[in-house]
T-cell receptor
Framework: QQPVQSPQAVILREGEDAVINCSSS?????VHWYRQKHGEAPVFLMI?????EQKGHEKISASFNEKKQQSSLYLTASQLSYSGTYFC??????????FGSGTRLSIRP | GAGVSQSPSNKVTEKGKDVELRCDPI?????LYWYRQSLGQGLEFLIY????????KSGLPSDRFSAERTGGSVSTLTIQRTQQEDSAVYLC????????????FGDGTRLSIL
């Protein structure tokens, strides 16, 4: 039931791009993305609804492929502030959100 | 305060003791969630409250765990006869009626069982 995130960890140099994937075995109503910095609470980034929607937030965008039950988070021209652990949360029914195990992103100067 | 408030921020207790963790959601948020996060791990769903509906308790790991939400606002997560494996950060989140709404997280309670 827990969505699968990949990769588990990624290390980038400042300015490089990254893609984080999230896949579910169940049909999805929506996908949520959050970022958590060390020692802090998760912070909401965006929600994607059914329909292959793509949304953007600064240089962070995401897509949602309802058919494949997958979502991808795209980080372009990464900045040091993007470091943290990224979680996808999937909403399949009853408005309950189940989170993946997270992708740890480290940005080096 | 405008955010989700959790107390205590830290709790250290001996194995076998009971603990109560409190969550005060954002005013007007009808949905409230509890998650557990072990060191370096993901967010493990515990329980979900939505308005006056019966809570979804499917994530509670054992019958030592229980939660209630009084008056549709403040929630208390209770762990009885604590075990060392209960050590973790317990996060609370709230949202407006939950369909497609972002969750707002509190800073969590760091629970350490000696």
């Amino acid at each position: 039931q827990q969505p699968v995130q990949s990769p588990q960890a990624v290390i980038l140099r400042e300015g490089e791009d990254a893609v984080i994937n999230c896949s579910s075995s169940k049909a999805l109503y929506s996908v949520h993305w959050y970022r958590q910095k060390h020692g802090e609470a998760p912070v909401f980034l965006m929600i994607l609804l059914k329909g292959g929607e793509q949304k953007g937030h600064e240089k962070i965008s995401a897509s949602f492929n309802e058919k494949k039950q997958q979502s991808s988070l795209y980080l372009t021209a990464s900045q040091l502030s993007y470091s943290g652990t990224y979680f996808c949360g999937v909403e399949s029914s009853a408005s309950k959100i189940i989170f993946g195990s997270g992708t740890r992103l480290s940005i080096r100067p | 305060g405008a955010g989700v408030s959790q107390s205590p921020s830290n709790k250290v207790t001996e194995k076998g003791k009971d603990v109560e963790l409190r969550c005060d959601p954002i005013s007007g948020h009808t949905a409230l969630y509890w998650y557990r996060q072990s060191l370096g791990q993901g967010l493990e769903f515990l329980i979900y409250f939505q308005g006056n509906s019966a809570p979804d308790k499917s994530g509670l790991p054992s019958d030592r765990f229980s939660a209630e939400r009084t008056g549709g606002s403040v929630s208390t997560l209770t762990i009885q006869r604590t075990q060392q494996e209960d050590s973790a950060v317990y996060l609370c989140a709230s949202s407006f009626y939950s369909d497609n709404q972002p969750q707002h997280f509190g800073d969590g309670t760091r629970l350490s069982i000696l």
